[in-house]
């Protein structure tokens, strides 16, 4: 992980500097201007069946529905693909603790421990150590992408990519001038996001941004508590919706051994937590619990949603246990390498976040199959408010650029060097002038691999079904 591992003098400002300016030798900035496959690219349908293979192989076909419904859902699928295409490729050595999938789908709003309202990466499943620039690409890509999905022209294609990447550099640039403590407690809450609004977006953005902002408080515990339990003689339950969402009870012959088996995977998350929140756990029973199926690269992993209530059915909790795999990156990097991926998850969004979820952390048990498998956990849901790339405007898409592009930067100097990767940077616009291009040529490929997906689809080489 990019972090200092003992109280050893420092280099000073100036030599770090120098450290960021030397990367340019190694891969000058005008060498991310443009993506070429390797001589030996792997078939992107074979790198996401070997990804497929440890996954539940009756969610398999889903995952590949969903990759299939737009190039922009593909790509969301497709970070073990891109990893493969970047691992090749001539890097900076500046070193991050990387998302890892970094499109733009997996910035929002999300609740602080303090219920403030702040804008922050959401999604960790790939988190690793690594290049700060992969992380820079697939976000400038994604915003290539969903212009193109919105049909906008190219030069506003590239408008919203050369927002995000300068809003990168900027905000690095910052950074680089900051204490090491202001820039660990920096974060963007909702009076930076307004003050942004107010010098960014007209009347009518400004309206729509305020109901998305209101909208995001909605989206609760509580909520999510109405939306997915019933009222049975039991008592409250999760609701079931198969393949969507699968009790536990549907899915063995004796629910009661494997509930007391999922209840040690409770005991086991529990341990991961600081002493105050086992005791606050503690406070909550076991009720229910429910296999769901997520996302869109997701799709197939296990992931479990617990229902525990405290004091009544009025006082629900609502946890999220979703298995983690080794990251598409471990086999690119050579960065710190977990015993527990779990573990990896968490200790990587505690890294970049600045306000993770306080019932965040990991378990290692032993599934339905069998085998091994290692789990993070966290609240489902709490003040999350979703981007729709599909809705916005082409000035809108700008200005979601900016703020994706100065989050990733946040989160980048928390964990990397921000004085050696700003002087990397530069001055000037080289850099997101070099990523233009990089995005549009990446855009190409992964509309190429989509319809890559979709031949192995009609040929029978892959099943896919719609949900």
Not at 265 to 275: E, H, K, Q, T
Not at 279 to 293: M, N, Q
Request: charged letters at 30%.
């Amino acid at each position: 992980m990019a972090v200092q591992d003992s109280f050893s003098a420092p280099l000073s400002p100036a030599e770090r500097a120098a450290q960021g300016k030397s990367a340019r030798d190694r891969a000058p900035r005008s060498c991310h201007g443009r993506f070429e496959a390797a001589r030996k690219r792997p078939d992107p349908v074979d790198v996401i069946e070997r990804q497929s293979a440890t996954r539940l192989p009756e969610l398999v076909p889903v995952r590949y529905g969903r990759m299939l419904e737009s190039p922009f859902r593909f790509y969301r699928g497709a970070a073990a693909i891109m990893a493969a295409d970047l691992g090749p490729a001539p890097d900076t050595g500046l070193t991050v603790q990387l998302c890892g999938d970094a499109h733009l789908l997996n910035f929002r709003l999300l609740a602080s421990p303090e219920r403030h309202l702040v804008f922050d990466i959401n999604d960790f499943d790939e988190t690793h150590a690594g290049p700060f620039e992969w992380d820079v690409k697939r976000l400038a890509a994604s915003f290539a992408i969903a212009g193109r999905a919105n049909g906008f022209p190219v030069e506003e294609q590239n408008g919203a990519v050369r927002t995000c990447v300068a809003a990168y550099r900027a905000r690095m640039r910052e950074f680089a001038r900051m204490r090491t403590l202001d820039i660990w407690y920096a974060q963007d809450d909702a009076d930076r996001l307004r003050e942004l609004m107010a010098t960014s977006m007209d009347r009518e953005a400004r309206r729509r941004t305020a109901e998305a902002t209101k909208h995001a408080r909605t989206r609760t515990h509580l909520q999510a508590f109405a939306k997915l339990t019933r009222a049975t003689a039991r008592g409250r339950r999760i609701a079931p919706d198969p393949p969507l969402i699968t009790p536990l009870d549907d899915l063995v012959e004796d629910p009661s051994a494997e509930g007391e088996a999922l209840r040690a995977v409770l005991d086991g998350y529990a341990r991961s937590l600081p002493s105050e929140r086992r005791h606050l756990l503690g406070r909550y029973h076991l009720v229910d619990i429910a296999r769901k199926v997520v996302g869109v690269g997701s799709v197939g992993t296990r992931c479990w949603i617990v229902l525990l209530l405290g004091r009544d059915d009025d006082d629900p909790l609502l946890l999220q246990a979703k298995e983690a795999q080794e990251s598409v990156l471990a086999a690119h990097t050579d960065g710190e390498r977990y015993d527990n991926q779990g573990r990896r998850v968490v200790a990587g969004q505690r890294l970049i976040q600045t306000t993770s979820d306080i019932l965040l952390g990991w378990t290692h048990t032993v599934g339905l199959d069998g085998r091994p498998r290692d789990f993070y956990v966290r609240q489902l849901r709490d003040w999350k408010g979703i981007a729709r790339p599909e809705t916005m405007d082409p000035g809108l898409l700008r200005l979601f650029a900016r703020l994706c592009g100065a989050s990733l930067a946040r989160a980048h100097a928390r964990s990397g060097d921000p004085v050696a990767i700003a002087a990397y940077l530069g001055r000037s616009d080289r850099f997101e002038q070099a990523l233009t291009g990089f995005a549009q040529d990446y855009a190409d490929r992964n509309e190429r691999d989509f319809k890559t997906l979709g031949e192995a689809v009609r040929s029978g080489r892959v099943r896919a079904e719609s949900l």
